[in-house]
């Protein structure tokens, strides 16, 4: 825990000697920029509740440990974004298999059955997309069949008949992700879901930082970004190569420390999950 928070609090530092540089400008430019999405509908399912324990979605459980460290991560997070208005948050981590998708997951699933906003999840992950895994559900069409394809974002939304939560599954897998992420349409959709409804929290899944180029050019048209990283793992020092590499791009929201592929499961822990 030691070696995180040294890490942590380097980045820290050099962020606050990096605010006053310039700010990324995120206006969305170019031809072939799509039209505003119309959303008429949205795919409801009933996915099983024993579906959802199996894969250790917080929806399943009434109370425990485990919805109690979500409940306090969702609660550190809601603070963070109102303080800033923000409402894009990026999850992330150095590495595979660190479980930023389920963290992801659990957050936006968390935020969507107690607050008043709705959540959008969108899996960003293209290279391995994965949400719909979580849900149980077969490959199914996503992002990359509407950057790739022209298929509709609204018949792409899925409401898996939790809360308020609405996820947008990855679609196939593609290798040219970053310039998918990168490219106008990508841009005027982000643009989109984030001023359509203001209330509305945007939540990506996105790559592990240290594996490819997507996370550092998609971050700017976040408004931060969140880390997940395993006990036992990660190293600090993939930690501050992580954190050094965003550091002149998004503000870094906190560090979840994740052991094991679970989220940590006392209160003790969780308090110690989110830098500020």
Request: net charge positive; glycine share 6%; hydrophobic share 40%.
């Amino acid at each position: 825990m030691d070696r995180f928070r040294t890490a942590l609090q380097l980045y820290k530092d050099q962020q606050d000697q990096s605010r006053s540089g310039p700010q990324v400008k995120r206006a969305v430019s170019g031809q072939d920029i799509p039209p505003p999405i119309v959303y008429t509908k949205t795919k409801s399912l009933d996915i099983p509740h024993s579906t959802l324990r199996q894969r250790r979605v917080m929806a399943a459980y009434a109370k425990g440990p485990f919805v109690d460290a979500y409940k306090i991560l969702r609660t550190q997070v809601m603070h963070r974004l109102r303080e800033n208005n923000w409402n894009v948050l990026g999850v992330t981590s150095p590495g595979h298999g660190e479980g930023k998708t389920l963290t992801a997951v659990n957050l936006a699933v968390s935020l969507a059955m107690e607050t008043s906003q709705t959540v959008l999840l969108v899996d960003a992950d293209l290279r391995s997309p994965s949400i719909h895994e979580v849900f149980g559900l077969d490959d199914c069409p996503g992002l990359a069949d509407y950057l790739l394809d022209n298929q509709p974002v609204e018949d792409l939304l899925v409401h898996p008949g939790i809360g308020r939560f609405v996820l947008l599954p990855g679609g196939r897998a593609i290798s040219n992700s970053t310039e998918i992420l990168t490219s106008p349409k990508m841009l005027a959709l982000v643009e989109e879901l984030k001023n359509r409804y203001p209330a509305r929290i945007v939540i990506f899944d996105l790559p592990p930082l240290l594996h490819t180029a997507d996370v550092l050019a998609f971050s700017p048209y976040t408004d931060a970004l969140l880390f997940v990283v395993e006990e036992g793992k990660t190293t600090a020092a993939q930690l501050q190569r992580a954190l050094l590499l965003v550091k002149n791009s998004r503000p870094v929201l906190g560090t979840v420390l994740n052991k094991a592929g679970k989220m940590a499961t006392t209160v003790a822990s969780m308090r110690n999950l989110l830098s500020h």
